[in-house]
Every structure is written in C-alpha cells, then in structure tokens.
C-alpha cells in the first residue's frame, strides 16, 4: 500500500485547513485509513482514522468537535478537515492505513505533511 498525503500549510489560530491521502496498491481499498501527529519534541499521536466503508469514526478527544475525517471510496482517499485551529495542532501529520481500528503499529505510512498554527 503507498499513501500520498497533501495540504497543510500555515493557518492562524481559529482557522481551517484540510489534509488529503490517496492510498493506492494491494488491499489499499479494504482498509481503514487514518491520520496521526507529531509535534517537535513529542511522540507521535492519535489524531483521527476511518473505517474502510467510513461507517466507523474515532477521534483524539484533543480533536473531538473540530476535526471531521471522511473518506472517497471510489478515489481511495481519505480527508481530514480541521477547523477552529489551535497552536497547540502545530505538528507533522501523517497519514495511516491499515486493518480497522488502524494502529500507531500498523505498517503503512505516507509522508508527513506540516501543519503550523500561528497565534
């Protein structure tokens, strides 16, 4: 499976920004996909994933409310629209599948796309 995250970008705090990831190869259409983080000096965080029919949703308790994750079947893609941005949301996002609840262990990765809020 290869992922291929975009956007990101620099937004000021209470803002909106969104982040894509086209997943692609074997068994990329079964499953689930989801988004973690990274800010500089901590350990790589939960953020978001999506089940592989999008029937199932979970979320950081950090995000719950402010962050919507959906996903295009058809275009095995999945979104992650961030709204009323925090400082605190500064990070390198990275985007995830794997066998639903996607783990920080599974082995798919894209590459990290940054995300910076400003206050």
């Known amino acids: 499976v290869q992922l291929q995250a975009s956007g990101g970008g620099l937004v000021q705090a209470g803002g909106s920004i969104g982040l894509s990831c086209a997943a692609s190869?074997?068994?990329?259409?079964?499953?689930?996909m989801g988004w973690f983080r990274q800010a500089p000096g901590k350990e790589r965080e939960f953020v978001a994933a999506?089940?592989?029919?999008?029937?199932?949703?979970r979320y950081a308790d950090s995000v719950e409310g402010r962050f919507t994750i959906s996903r295009d079947k058809a275009l095995n893609t999945v979104y992650l629209q961030m709204d009323n941005l925090k400082p605190e949301d500064t990070a390198i996002y990275y985007c995830?599948?794997?066998?639903?609840?996607?783990?920080?262990?599974?082995?798919?990765w894209g590459q990290g796309t940054q995300v910076t809020v400003s206050s």
């Open positions: 190869g074997r068994f990329a259409h079964t499953y689930g």
């Open positions: 995830a599948a794997g066998p639903w609840p996607v783990l920080p262990t599974t082995r798919y």
């Open positions: 999506t089940s592989w029919s999008g029937g199932n949703t």
